[in-house]
């Protein structure tokens, strides 16, 4: 199924990762949580935190980049917040421009 592949995805990415222990205690991933729009999926790994060389910061920064990645390259859509926006009196609202938007009004 889909939710067995994009299981199968993050455990992949995390045996990929440095930091990370795989024979020891392996990388997991599982559906914690259903909600009404969402089938949310945890990641779970260790790392060796007697190595004063690995950062477990660096390491999950790495992870959930590597995660983001390599599940949307296999076509999975991450859902974003949903902000509702009502203008009742018409009148301009301000707006946060990204980088490219805001470089390109120049």
């Given at each position: 199924s889909?939710?067995?592949?994009?299981?199968?995805?993050?455990e992949?990415?995390?045996?990929?990762l440095?930091g990370?222990?795989?024979?020891e205690?392996p990388p997991?991933a599982?559906?914690?949580t259903?909600?009404k729009?969402?089938?949310n999926i945890?990641?779970?790994?260790?790392?060796n935190?007697?190595?004063?060389?690995?950062s477990w910061?660096k390491?999950?920064?790495?992870?959930?980049e590597?995660?983001?990645?390599?599940l949307?390259?296999?076509?999975?859509?991450?859902?974003r917040?949903?902000?509702?926006?009502k203008?009742?009196?018409?009148?301009?609202?301000?707006?946060?421009l990204n980088k490219?938007e805001?470089y390109?009004?120049?």
């Amino acid at each position: 199924s889909d939710i067995n592949r994009a299981i199968d995805i993050l455990e992949e990415t995390m045996n990929d990762l440095d930091g990370i222990l795989k024979d020891e205690k392996p990388p997991m991933a599982f559906v914690d949580t259903l909600t009404k729009n969402t089938i949310n999926i945890k990641v779970m790994f260790w790392i060796n935190t007697f190595d004063k060389n690995i950062s477990w910061l660096k390491v999950q920064t790495a992870a959930i980049e590597k995660s983001l990645t390599a599940l949307d390259k296999a076509g999975y859509y991450i859902p974003r917040d949903i902000i509702e926006l009502k203008n009742y009196k018409n009148s301009n609202l301000k707006t946060h421009l990204n980088k490219e938007e805001k470089y390109a009004r120049r």
